[in-house]
T-cell receptor
Framework: KNEVEQSPQNLTAQEGEFITINCSYS?????LHWLQQHPGGGIVSLFM???GKKKHGRLIATINIQEKHSSLHITASHPRDSAVYIC????????????FGTGTRLAVRP | DAGITQSPRHKVTETGTPVTLRCHQT?????MYWYRQDPGHGLRLIHY???????DKGEVSDGYSVSRSKTEDFLLTLESATSSQTSVYFC?????????????FGPGTRLLVL
């Protein structure tokens, strides 16, 4: 079973700061997902990536397959970015199932 | 937003009573999942379905059963609710037209078992 670890568990930032959230996993994967859970509880998918880098607005996700590590970056952070960010990985051997990290709780202060 | 609804959104029940949670989708996606979310744990898979009448267990399936008689509906049943089943339950769907496709989540159901 893949072990997915996220760091930090909690993060507080000032508006405008550059933020990095890390995710490490133990077993080779076929895809990694970044999800955002809003304070109201809803979960949305931000990225799915298997190599390289993806960018959407102020969010950038990178993955290093050899090091089994991914990072989620938020540029010019804003209070509306306050949420829990969740990393999840899928393995070829697990077919259609994902293993989730416990999440990073981000608070961005104005 | 993917068309996924969950019902009920909140439920309080007593230990020993049966509870059924419903997930309904309008996307015609093949795969549907039930997760539970608890403090200190990541989302954990309870059961999933890869087609009508095709279901399989996840990592925390004890005490739960599921049914999928139509593409759009996936039911999760707690046969005899226990306090350890107090949790937030999320349904998710995915299409898997490509490997490991994105999962889309419902709004969640908060269940309190007294």
């Amino acid at each position: 079973k893949n072990e997915v670890e996220q760091s930090p568990q909690n993060l507080t930032a000032q508006e405008g700061e550059f933020i990095t959230i890390n995710c490490s996993y133990s077993v080779g994967i076929s895809a990694l997902h970044w999800l955002q859970q809003h304070p109201g509880g809803g979960i949305v998918s931000l990225f799915m990536l298997s190599s390289g880098k993806k960018k959407h607005g102020r969010l950038i996700a990178t993955i290093n397959i050899q090091e089994k590590h991914s990072s989620l970056h938020i540029t010019a952070s804003h209070p509306r970015d306050s949420a829990v960010y969740i990393c999840a990985v899928g393995e070829k051997s697990s077919g259609d199932k994902l293993t989730f990290g416990t999440g990073t709780r981000l608070a961005v202060r104005p | 937003d993917a068309g996924i609804t969950q019902s009920p959104r909140h439920k309080v029940t007593e230990t020993g009573t049966p509870v059924t949670l419903r997930c309904h989708q309008t996307e015609n996606h093949r795969y549907m999942y039930w997760y539970r979310q608890d403090p200190g744990h990541g989302l954990r898979l309870i059961h999933y379905s890869y087609g009508v009448k095709d279901t399989d267990k996840g990592e925390v399936s004890d005490g739960y059963s599921v049914s999928r008689s139509k593409t759009e509906d996936f039911l999760l049943t707690l046969e005899s609710a226990t306090s350890s089943q107090t949790s937030v339950y999320f349904c998710a769907i995915s299409d898997w037209t490509v490997p490991q496709e994105t999962q889309y989540f419902g709004p969640g159901t908060r269940l309190l078992v007294l």
